[in-house]
Structure formats: structure tokens, C-alpha cells
């Protein structure tokens, strides 16, 4: 069974990424927790492998042109990256600054911002913005292309403030007209029409001659404010400093409220958020360092299993539990078909709001799609994640009771933690065919049977529908 | 309980989501302000489809103008609130909640639903098409089904062998029937599972007891109203029925996206209705159409930004059609903020139209509160 070491580790690997094997989470045992954070804290130190074997043996699944591959590619390297926070970070920031590619349908664009958090997603807060309002694919869906010196849009100034940084509440509407009007010649470079030769990269764009120049006052400061001047204000407002962090809360710790209710109820755990707000003053909005906070304080030690799992992570640990396959595979791209009809199309969120989580996205048609997924992966005994599981029952050598059988399946399936309900129902299952025996090939292979049939069970109850 | 056809009233909703620009659907095409304020999205006089002296259809409205002509449109105009919201978002909320002052998660079809099926014996009494569930469908306590894909709906669909799938059905009912509450979303989630069960084994047989003769378009909302008529026809019970239409949000490429999104919605809405009649199952139904704010009354250059007064449309056989309320005033100086259309009735007050007036409930705790209401029915249940 389980030490309380594996599965505060178990945890760990959960939430920084989908899920971890068990003989990964041995290896992890006698590790210092804080030293798994700090090189967790730092994924540049381990590149992902499988983009370059994808264009190399299907140079078709890797097509830039639309992003379901790259959904699909996504959730592998979670699953299989020796740095999973990297890929974590990229989609946290995708939740927040959620981009959707059915206006643009230019896929390399939305390619690129994903890389782009990839890389700075663990950096300062004002260069991930900065790098976010020169984003040809969010300066396209929010339509700063189109705000001009003499004419404002003020899409992209209204959701810098109200869903990507402050919150609702913060700011007035003049605030938000000024902001507007100092992205004003904040573009991109039009691009090469992807047909017919394919994906073709655009750029930022800055044009001055487009640009409002005019005296302008945001949260008041007066001047020729440009876009980096509204960032460089935005940045050191302790009302970003709480919004980033109740974002980091409800995506690592535990579901909070939809976004819009945020500016009205109170965080779920204040203390947690004033903790990681005092991260953020103290580094300058250290997106690193107020991750170290928080993966390091007792609030997300002892949060386990309080947050519904995403799409992503329902999937992603269903084939990492299975953990095939290991190196990029075509049958990879039936994963982000398997999160879009769980309710997230990666790369294509339903708004700029991103997607409503935790609760939100379990209704009777998304858990129907999560439960018939999970038992879809852990159905074929031959996979190495499930091997794994029948050779550690069977190394005792039997006969195995059935209660000792279903812990065995709760335990290397996770540690989940099942209700006594739940333990109870899967045990009278258990005990209608005896204890598992490993005495010959016979009773071996009846075992595996019962094994796998243990497991997919194990993927349909409750529990395993939390993080 | 009040019958119509010889069966419930229902109630069909139609999101449309991004804010529909009411200003270019109903278009004021005659007016001076309309021509200023819209040098780039506005549509020609020569263009629209003419209604009376003043407002004209968009040109792509037109099977919708089919029914409007027939009789069956109620056209709900300057639709809104107090202060409205022009973040998506909160506005969507608000429509959602009926809560324009204050945060609330429970949903206006949630409370009707309660009231339609106190004891949630029935999950489908309310069932939505498409990914995710509306928060107007979400309330504690209550049942909803949402469907994704309704041809291929159900538990455990990759085990082969009959009686596994049926054990393991069982197995999955009981590890979802916790003999004690395990606190908010784990009772949530367990009743979700049973509905599965139950809303599973009702619409297992749908699909193969519908056909017609209509041939619907293909995309997301004519697949949707397609859906609502197989699960209507099939008698189950069904009262309120949820769909969704998204793209309305054009701050840029209006005059390219707009008319797209307008075809493929009225076109929908005359396939259903005519699918329906083909059934001897349009009686009972009204359909209200509805979107979370108009647009800004000057155009961008390309688009239009997030305004306020927008319109809403109720459909049916016995509905009176016509023009309801008033249309916002266009002149300069009755602009909201100087640049927004100004509602002219409550939104909460159509919601209570149909809700008392076609569905025969009352509305006060619903809509909370009591709000002007019109009168856009000619026959309702008794």
C-alpha cells in the first residue's frame, strides 16, 4: 500500500501534470519534495522529443493547419514530458487568456501562442503580457488589428483588464478607453494565405503612424501612454496580484467560482490567496516564484482531490494510467477529439471567458463521454500501464483476496481515494468470482481478465473524476 | 393541467450567443442616424426586405420573414435591462439568472424546472443540445439532461459483451447511489451519474422512431432544432428544450459573418417548424429567441462593439404575430451613453410572458420579480 510519501507525490504529479506511474512515483519517493518542485520549477531543462519524431515518422499529424493534432500532441507530452509543468503552465495560461482558433481558423498563429507560453509561462508577469498583446492570434481574436488611432476597438483593452489581469471592478470605463487607445497600432503582419501552400507564420506589427499619441489617463497615470505603459501599471496593481492568484488557486488547488462571480464572492481560501499574493509583491509578479508558494504550502498539500479533473486531465491521466503509447503514435489524435466532446475543444475555447470548470463541466452528456473514455483505455490488458498494474498483483504470488484485490486496483490506479461505498460495491463484484490466483497459464490469464475488468470499473467511479 | 394540441405546452430556447445585432436584423434603413452611424455594416435600403415604412429584414432573414409574413413571429424589440452589461460574459449571466445586481448560479429554466418536476422524476423534463450545460439550466437540486451527440448516447458503449455491460451498468448505478451525502459536487455528481442511467434508457430508441421528409442544413443549430424534434415527437416528457447558436460576437467582419449566421438560424427555425407540422406536433411548442445585448448603434470600420437593446423573437402557431414593444429611438440625443440603443421593455418580462402565458406557470419566483409583460399569443393551453 501506499505511503503517505507516494501519494503526496501522487498529488504533485496530478496536478502539475496528469498523473504519474507508480514505478515514477517510487523513484520520486525518497526525493526531497522541495527539490521535485524546484526542477519541477524549471522544464526548460528537459525539451519534448516528440515534435521532432512526429515530423519526422507522420508529417501529416503534424500539420499546422488545424490544431487537433497539436491538442492530441499536447496531451502526450503531459503525459509522457520529464518536465510536465511547462505543458501545464501553457495550458493554464491558455485557460486564462483563452484564444479561440474558429475566427482566425489559421492555425499556426494559435500554434504559436501555445509555444509562446510554453516558453514564458513561468516568467514575469509583464512579459507575459507584453508577449500576449503582440500575439498575432490574440491581436486578431480581439480585434486590436482593427484599433486604430482614429477609430477605437476596445475589445482587447476591455479584457486586458476584466479577464486577463485586474478582474471586473478595478478599473472604470475610462480606464478602459485608455487602454484601448494606447494599443491603438498594435497589429500583425498579414500573412501568407494558408492555402494552398500550407502554414505560414505572421508577426507582430507595431505602427506608429497608427498609433494615438494623444494625452491619455490609466489608473492614473497621465501621459503619451503606449500599450507597455499600461502593462508596466497594470503589473504592479495588487488587484492583478490577487486575480492571477485566485486563477493559480481555482487551476492548481481547488475549484473556485466562475471567474464572473469573483468580483462579488470571497476567495474560497483567503489566507491561500493573500500567501500567493505576498509571492507575487515580493518578486514583482514572479510567476515562478509564486509557484513555488504555492506548491510548496500546506494549502495544496493537503488539497487533494478537490478539483475536478479537466477534459485534458480526465484524458490525460486515463492514457497515462494505461501509459501507452510512449513515442508519438497516430492513434494520438483521437485524444483532443475525446476533450472536445467532454466540453474542451483545445485551442478553441467557447469564449474569451475560457472555459467554466471544476463542477461546470460535468453534466450527463460530458461524464457519459469521461466514463466511456477512461474504460475505453484501461480495456486492453496488453497495454504497459495495465501489465504493470497484473505484475505487481501477481508478484506475491496469490492467491489474492478480493478485498486486498480491489485495494490493490485503488491503490496502483492512483492512490485514489475511494469512499467505503464505493470500495464496498466493487468488493461484492470482486468476491463473486474468489480470490485472483496465479498458479498456472490458465488462473494467470483469468486474472489479467479480472484485473483489467477491476480497472475499468476503478475509471467509472466518482473518485476518479478528481484531481 | 392545461393542455394544448391534447399535450403540455413546451418551451424552446434559442441562444444566440456573441450579441446579435438587433440594428441589423430589424433595420432602420429609412432613418438618417442609421445611414451616418453605419457607413460600414449598414445594409441598403434596396437590400432589406421591407417590413413597414420605417424598418426592412435583413436580406438574409428571409425564411424567418416567410413565417413573420404567415402570422407566427412575435418580434420583442429594444430588449434589455438597467445598466446592462457589455461584458459577454456577465451579460450572459444575467439573461441566465435573472440577476442583473448581483451574482447568483441558479438558473431561470432551472427554477421553472423545479416547478415542472418538483421531485425530478423525469431528467429529460428539460434537456439541452450541445456540449456543456447553460447556466440558465443549472440550479441545485435539479435534474437536466444535456445531450452532445444524441445518436450515440450512453454508458459504457465500448464493452461488447451484453451482460458485462449490463453488470457493469448496475455496478456504476450503485457506486453512484452514496448511502450518505459526500458533500456538494459529489452529490451532484452522483445524481448526474443516475440521470445518465435513467435519461439513457428513455433515449435509446429515438433515433430510429424519427424520420421526416424536412432536410435540415448542416450546422450546429440545425442540427440542434432537428434534435428538439426527435425528442419531442418521441413523447417523453420534455418541457423546456435548450439550443445554442454561437458566433454573434463580430467587432470585426460584420457585413461577411453576420448575414452567414442569420441564414443558417432562420433557415433552422422554418426547417423546424415545418418538421414539426410534418408531425402534428407544432401546436404545443413556442420557440423564443433570444441573444445577451445589441450592438453599438456607429459601426467600428469593420464591425460593431458590444452595446445594449437588442431584440427577441417568439415563434409558434398561435402566436399573434407582429412588432412588440417599442423600437429604441435612433435619434442622437435618446442614446444611452450617447452611443448605445436604450431598452425599452425588460427581458424578465418576456420570460414571464411565456412562462405564464404559454407554459401556464407563474413567473414571480422565476423571473423573481413581476415585469410588464406582453401579450403575443392568440390560443394558449386551457
Given amino acids: ?467 | 393541467m392545461p393542455k394544448i394540441n391534447g399535450r403540455d405546452p413546451v418551451l424552446v430556447v434559442v441562444q444566440l450567443s456573441g450579441g446579435l445585432d438587433f440594428m441589423n436584423t430589424l433595420i432602420p434603413h429609412t432613418s438618417e442616424y442609421y445611414r451616418k452611424s453605419r457607413p460600414t455594416v449598414g445594409v441598403a435600403s434596396e437590400d432589406v426586405l421591407p417590413l413597414n415604412d420605417e424598418l426592412g429584414w435583413h436580406p438574409a432573414t428571409a425564411p424567418l420573414k416567410e413565417l413573420y409574413d404567415a402570422g407566427n413571429v412575435a418580434v420583442v424589440q429594444g430588449i434589455g435591462y438597467e445598466n446592462s452589461s457589455r461584458s459577454h460574459f456577465r451579460a450572459m449571466d444575467i439573461w441566465h439568472t435573472c440577476e442583473p445586481t448581483k451574482i447568483s448560479t441558479e438558473g431561470w429554466l432551472a427554477r421553472a424546472t423545479r416547478d415542472l418536476d418538483p421531485n425530478s422524476e423525469n431528467p429529460l423534463t428539460a434537456v439541452s443540445f450541445g456540449r456543456g450545460l447553460p447556466r440558465a439550466l443549472a440550479a441545485a437540486g435539479v435534474t437536466t439532461t444535456s445531450i452532445g451527440d444524441l445518436d450515440h448516447f450512453g454508458l459504457m458503449t465500448k464493452v461488447e459483451a451484453q451482460q458485462e455491460r449490463e453488470q457493469d451498468l448496475a455496478i456504476f448505478k450503485r457506486m453512484y447511489t452514496p448511502a450518505v451525502g459526500t458533500g456538494i459536487v459529489r452529490d451532484y455528481l452522483a445524481q448526474t451519474g443516475r440521470d445518465v442511467l435513467k435519461g439513457v434508457d428513455m433515449l435509446r430508441d429515438v433515433p430510429s422512431r424519427y424520420s421526416s421528409t424536412i432536410e435540415y442544413g448542416q450546422n450546429p443549430i440545425a442540427r440542434a432544432l432537428r434534435d428538439v424534434v426527435r425528442v419531442h415527437t418521441a413523447g417523453l416528457g420534455t418541457r423546456v428544450f435548450y439550443t445554442q447558436h454561437a458566433g454573434y460576437d463580430y467587432h470585426s467582419l460584420e457585413p461577411e459573418t453576420h448575414p452567414r449566421l442569420l441564414t443558417e438560424l432562420t433557415e433552422a427555425l422554418s426547417d423546424f417548424m415545418a418538421d414539426l407540422r410534418e408531425h402534428n406536433a407544432s401546436e404545443e411548442v413556442t420557440v423564443m429567441v433570444f441573444t445577451e445585448f445589441g450592438r453599438r448603434i456607429k459601426d467600428n470600420g469593420s464591425g460593431t462593439d458590444h452595446g445594449s437593446g437588442g431584440g427577441a423573437y417568439i415563434i409558434g402557431d398561435h402566436v399573434a404575430g407582429g412588432l412588440y414593444s417599442e423600437y429604441p429611438s435612433i435619434k442622437p440625443e435618446d442614446w444611452l451613453y450617447g452611443e448605445d440603443l436604450r431598452h425599452t421593455i425588460d427581458f424578465r418580462g418576456i420570460y414571464g410572458t411565456v412562462l405564464e402565458q404559454w407554459m401556464r406557470m407563474d413567473p414571480t419566483a422565476i423571473v423573481n420579480g413581476q415585469f410588464e409583460q406582453i401579450s403575443p399569443y392568440k390560443v394558449t393551453a386551457d
Avoid at chain 1, 503526496?8 to 501534470?17: E, F, K, N, P, Y
Wanted: proline share 6%; glycine share 8%; net charge negative.
Fill in chain 1, 1 to 467: 500500500m501506499a505511503t503517505e510519501a507516494i501519494e503526496l507525490r501522487a498529488h504533485l504529479m496530478r496536478r502539475v501534470g496528469v498523473g504519474a506511474t507508480r514505478d515514477e512515483l517510487e523513484a520520486l519517493a525518497d526525493q526531497p519534495y522541495d527539490e521535485i518542485v524546484e526542477e519541477l520549477l524549471h522544464p526548460e531543462a528537459h525539451p519534448n522529443p516528440s515534435a521532432d519524431l512526429l515530423d519526422r515518422y507522420f508529417p501529416a499529424i503534424n500539420s499546422p493547419d488545424v490544431p487537433v493534432a497539436a491538442g492530441s500532441l499536447w496531451i502526450f507530452n503531459l503525459a509522457n514530458s520529464g518536465a510536465p509543468l511547462g505543458e501545464k503552465m501553457a495550458l493554464f495560461w491558455h485557460h486564462v487568456f483563452a484564444t479561440g482558433w474558429f475566427k482566425a481558423e489559421h492555425g499556426p498563429a494559435i500554434l504559436h501562442q501555445i509555444e509562446t507560453f510554453r516558453g514564458n509561462g513561468l516568467g514575469n508577469l509583464r512579459q507575459i503580457l507584453l508577449d500576449l498583446s503582440r500575439d498575432p492570434a490574440m491581436l486578431h481574436w480581439l480585434d486590436n488589428s482593427e484599433n486604430h488611432a482614429d477609430q477605437i476597438n476596445e475589445n482587447y483593452g476591455r479584457e486586458l483588464l476584466e479577464l486577463f489581469s485586474m478582474g471586473i471592478g478595478n478599473y472604470s470605463e475610462d480606464d478602459i478607453k485608455a487602454a484601448a487607445r494606447a494599443f491603438t497600432g498594435w497589429t500583425f503582419e498579414q500573412p501568407i494565405p494558408l492555402y494552398p501552400f500550407g502554414g505560414y507564420d505572421t508577426q507582430f506589427s507595431y505602427r506608429d503612424d497608427d498609433h494615438d499619441h494623444d494625452e491619455k489617463t490609466f489608473l492614473g497615470r497621465t501621459g503619451d501612454l503606449n500599450g507597455e505603459d499600461i502593462i508596466d501599471v497594470i503589473v504592479g496593481q495588487e488587484a492583478t496580484a490577487r486575480f492571477i492568484a485566485r486563477h493559480l488557486y481555482s487551476f492548481f488547488v481547488a475549484d473556485e467560482q466562475q471567474v464572473p462571480a469573483w468580483s462579488i464572492d470571497p476567495p474560497r481560501d483567503p489566507e491561500a490567496i493573500d500567501q500567493l499574493v505576498a509571492a507575487y509583491m515580493a518578486s514583482d509578479g514572479d510567476i515562478r516564484a509564486v509557484m513555488r508558494a504555492l506548491l510548496t504550502s500546506d494549502f495544496f498539500k493537503t488539497a487533494r482531490f478537490t478539483r475536478v479533473k479537466s477534459p485534458l486531465e480526465l484524458v490525460g491521466s486515463a492514457v497515462k494510467l494505461a501509459n501507452w503509447p510512449q513515442t508519438p503514435d497516430p492513434a494520438i489524435t483521437g485524444w483532443s477529439v475525446a476533450t472536445d466532446a467532454m466540453g474542451q475543444k483545445l485551442m478553441d475555447p467557447p469564449s474569451v471567458e475560457g472555459w467554466h470548470t471544476g463542477k461546470e463541466w460535468l453534466d450527463g452528456g460530458t461524464l457519459t463521454e469521461r466514463v466511456n473514455f477512461a474504460v475505453e483505455q484501461v480495456m486492453d490488458t496488453s497495454k504497459p500501464g495495465v501489465q504493470s498494474i497484473v505484475s505487481r498483483i501477481a508478484a506475491a504470488g496469490g492467491p489474492v483476496a478480493p478485498g486486498a484485490f480491489v485495494e490493490q486496483c485503488l491503490d496502483l490506479a492512483g492512490p485514489i481515494a475511494a469512499s467505503e461505498d464505493t470500495r464496498r460495491v466493487l468488493e461484492e463484484f470482486a468476491s463473486e468470482d474468489g480470490p485472483l490466483t496465479f498458479g498456472n497459464d490458465e488462473e494467470c490469464a483469468q486474472s489479467e481478465a479480472r484485473i483489467g475488468r477491476m480497472l475499468q470499473l476503478v475509471v467509472s467511479c466518482p473518485e476518479y473524476q478528481f484531481a
